[in-house]
């Protein structure tokens, strides 16, 4: 029992490494570059570690932890050292729950029973984004980074033996620091276009990770000989972009449409209704009309509505 419990205490306490904020293909896609964003990102976090006792009746425990963690993104973050604002204040409420018990009964009087503990706080991080938000392969990958006046993140740890007074003594929480969600998703998805990071992902993972894993590959198959291990983690993003730029209406009558299409999108636009006319030969396939007119801005995404010839 004692050695395992160790274990878990020691992957609770760990301090969680800061993962810069560039891709994995190397593309860069920072706060900055991508514009202020409102919104927010919640974290829930189920993990839990299960190791049956031997048959002498020693060792074997139960681990469960529980992580909700709300970040709302309001402001940008504060100049770094040398003046240059690269991330986003992400800041809100969190609570974690750690609760360890023996699998059966103890032995001697300094076995444990069971560990408990709790943390209620407020989180104040700097999230950057990376990631591609126009091809078709999708993706978005979140970094926090804790800012100086960040909480303590210790909680009392109460620890019950089989005879011995219970200890209390502090723990610290583990706090995920980055993820990636995509279009597709591990179960459920994220719709990411310019302006819109919206939607949930459930990801599970047979290991213990203190960062949910981006892809299948990086969840790694449990290093226990018994027992297993499980992360579940749900993420759930709802961010707009704040002030996006305005849809100005380009000029597309004469243009085929697939030509009349590349145009109204790189005005930050959208393809509207399409409707077919008779029209000459000459003009089949292309533009006669179009509405708004060319010059009107309206907002980001405007839906441009056509008329094609059928000739």
């Known amino acids: ?21 560039t891709n994995a293909t190397g593309a860069s896609g920072s706060s900055v570059a991508w ?20 048959p002498n009746g020693q060792g074997g425990l139960t681990s469960h932890t529980t992580m909700t963690i709300v ?15 690269d991330g986003l204040v992400a800041a809100g409420p969190a609570t974690v729950s750690f609760a360890e018990a ?6 001697y009087c ?3 029973v069971r560990r408990t503990g709790s943390l209620e706080a407020t989180w104040r991080d700097v999230l950057t984004l990376d990631g591609d938000r126009t091809s078709s392969d999708r993706w978005v990958d979140f970094t926090f ?14 620890t019950e033996y089989g005879c011995r007074p219970t200890d209390v003594s502090p723990a610290l929480a583990f706090v995920p620091r980055r993820f990636r969600v995509t279009p597709g998703g591990w179960a459920g998805g994220v719709l990411i276009d310019r302006n819109s990071i919206v939607g949930r992902t459930t990801i599970t993972c047979d290991d213990w990770m203190q960062n949910p894993p981006r892809t299948p590959a990086e969840c790694d198959p ?26 100005i209406v380009p000029k597309v009558v004469g243009l085929k449409l697939a030509r009349a299409r590349t145009q109204i999108r790189a005005r930050r636009c959208s393809l509207g209704h399409i409707r077919r006319v008779r029209s000459t ?14 010059g009107t801005v309206r907002r980001n995404g405007f839906p441009v509505t056509l008329v094609v010839g059928r000739g």
């Open 222 to 247: 449990p290093q226990l000989e018994s027992g297993w291990m499980r992360s579940v983690y749900t993420i759930t993003v709802a961010l707009d972009r704040e002030n996006p730029p305005s849809c």
């Open 281 to 294: 030969k000459a003009r089949a396939g292309r533009v006669v009309a179009q509405s708004p007119r060319s």
């Open 71 to 85: 970040w709302r993104l309001d402001q940008p973050a504060p100049p770094d050292p040398d003046g240059e604002n």
């Open 145 to 158: 980074e804790e800012l100086g006046q960040a909480p303590n993140l210790e909680f009392p740890l109460a």
């Open 35 to 54: 514009g202020q964003w409102r919104g927010t990102v919640r974290l829930d976090a189920d993990l839990t570690w299960y190791s049956p006792g031997v």
């Open 1 to 21: 029992m004692r050695a395992f419990s160790w274990a878990i205490a020691a992957a609770l306490v760990a301090t969680t490494a800061v993962i810069a904020g």
């Open 110 to 112: 300094d076995d444990i």
């Open 102 to 107: 023996d699998v059966g009964e103890p032995n």
